[in-house]
């Protein structure tokens, strides 16, 4: 949800004259030249069914001095959400998937597995829309080294466990969109990104869309750059459908055009318009004041509701903003992982120059990504106080842990017989212990490099469960969260 600032100022004005605009490209250029590891940016507005701007800003490929343009084919991270929900929901329309059903009953032999809960109540809808009970997960495979993507059943068995009761938690899960790529391609009888071209891509008349980068495309991608401003190498995912689309920001305003219902005159209808708005109604909560459809986030900007999506991973900035009352939609997309053009503009100047809609509220703050930072300080229930042991469970072994929870607030932990360790960072909210520790689970994907293990345990009575995600270092790469299942029974002694 980076670039918010950049995306509000062009969506200020949809249908003013050029010179507004201008005052925009200013901006984006001089803030472009101060940085020194943003190559480029693109931006596309369309209102009422008219693309009104397209542009890039800087370069695609600094190296080879290509320079951007409303056409580069930029990777989008998890604006490719939406897009995969699209697919899903096409084959809604034909009655090949019911929302309601379980998700199990698409995915042949590999199952979710519920630790806790009915794994009957993880529906479609619920691993759409982050409440499936699925938990914290991604996993990068950089294309310099040996590693690649397992096929999407073994990652199920690995990783497929539901952590929380189906429809009891939101939690943002890119699991789920590629347990749902999974779903398309076994329904569909094609490959998911054969299927994606086929009835979304062309059908919208998105030409320079794909999943994965197209060998036809190659030559118009944005690189993706590291924050040392040198291009990284080539990546996939094990959860193609929540990250790995590749788009313009003038294919992307197209495909927005079509979910605000003023399809382009060349663009089929491939969806309802009641199955548009069902993928737009929020049917669950995401804990910070919005809420979550079928692959669409919805919110406020000022007095305006918003549909929206947006996107952050190594090399990749991405937002992608509907504006249903005023048939406005924005694209913006970058080929750096970057915060640094949010100070392009201040709220005075949006407020200056904004319609009303924006000028009488404030604006929302993006939605941040993985756990939640907890309290500095620590004061935990009695219910938390004492010795809980148990189980780590991960899909080559089952482990000893043990957590010593005392009344001071400091918390240590042990896994199998390694040494006894402190949990940093503790916090206990809505009834989940969170924290984090080192350890060693010992799995290949894990072992690829440094990290850390977070907890996010739920309090139900006298036990403690839920997951423990080994999370990689950011540094030299970012490489994985994987979560795994834990619970634990409190002992008869306090420590």
């Given at each position: ?119 009957r109540d993880a529906t479609v809808r ?188 190594p090399g990749v900035s991405t937002a ?52 939640e930072r907890t309290p500095a300080s ?118």
């Open positions: 949800m980076r670039w918010k600032s950049i995306l509000l100022v062009a969506a200020l004005a949809p249908a003013a004259a050029a010179d507004q605009f201008d005052f925009v490209r200013t901006g984006i250029r001089r803030r472009l030249e101060q940085s020194t590891h943003v190559p480029s940016l693109a931006v596309a507005v369309a209102q009422n069914g008219k693309i009104l701007w397209e542009e890039g800003f800087g370069w695609a490929d600094r190296e080879k001095k290509i320079p951007a343009t409303g056409h580069t084919v930029y990777s989008l991270a998890s604006v490719s959400k939406p897009i995969t929900a699209t697919g899903l929901m096409a084959l809604k329309q034909r009655g090949r998937i019911e929302l309601d059903r379980p998700i199990n009953n698409y995915l042949g032999p590999s199952r979710l597995t519920a630790r806790v809960g009915r794994a619920r691993v759409a829309n982050h409440t499936s009970g699925l938990p914290l997960h991604y996993q990068f495979f950089y294309f310099d080294e040996p590693y690649r993507p397992p096929a999407m059943p073994e990652t199920i068995r690995r990783y497929g466990n539901l952590v929380t009761a189906p429809g009891e938690k939101y939690e943002y899960s890119n699991l789920g969109y590629g347990v749902l790529d999974h779903v398309i391609e076994r329904v569909s009888g094609r490959s998911y990104a054969e299927f994606m071209r086929r009835e979304v891509f062309l059908p919208l008349g998105m030409t320079r869309s794909s999943v994965g980068i197209g060998a036809d495309l190659e030559k118009h991608q944005a690189l993706r750059y590291g924050p040392d401003g040198s291009p990284l190498p080539f990546y996939d995912f094990d959860h193609r459908g929540g990250s790995a689309i590749f788009s313009s920001a003038h294919d992307l305003v197209r495909f927005g055009l079509f979910h605000l219902k003023t399809r382009l005159p060349d663009q089929k209808a491939i969806l309802s318009d009641q199955n548009i708005d069902e993928m737009q109604r929020p049917t669950a909560e995401d804990g910070r004041g919005g809420g979550y459809g079928i692959g669409w986030a919805t919110g406020q900007i000022g007095a305006w509701r918003v549909v929206r999506h947006g996107g952050g991973m992608l903003v509907l504006v249903p009352s005023e048939k406005l939609v924005v694209a913006v997309l970058a080929n750096a992982s970057s915060a640094a053009l949010d100070q392009l503009v201040t709220y005075p100047i949006l407020s200056a120059a904004a319609p009303v809609g924006i000028r009488s509220g404030t604006v929302e703050k993006p939605a941040a990504g993985g756990l620590f004061e935990p229930p009695g219910s938390l106080v004492g010795t809980w042991t148990g189980k780590l469970n991960s899909y080559r072994a089952v482990v000893p842990f043990t957590l010593w929870i005392r009344e001071s607030g400091e918390i240590e932990a042990r896994l199998d017989d390694q040494v006894r360790t402190p949990v940093t960072n503790p916090g206990f909210r809505e009834g989940y212990l969170t924290g984090r520790l080192t350890g060693h689970l010992g799995t290949e994907e894990v072992n690829r490099g440094p990290y850390l293990l977070h907890l996010s345990l739920k309090l139900r009575g006298q036990t403690l469960n839920g997951a423990v995600a080994a999370v990689s270092l950011p540094r030299p790469r970012v490489r994985s969260a994987l979560s795994h299942w834990v619970e634990l029974m409190r002992a008869a002694e306090t420590p």
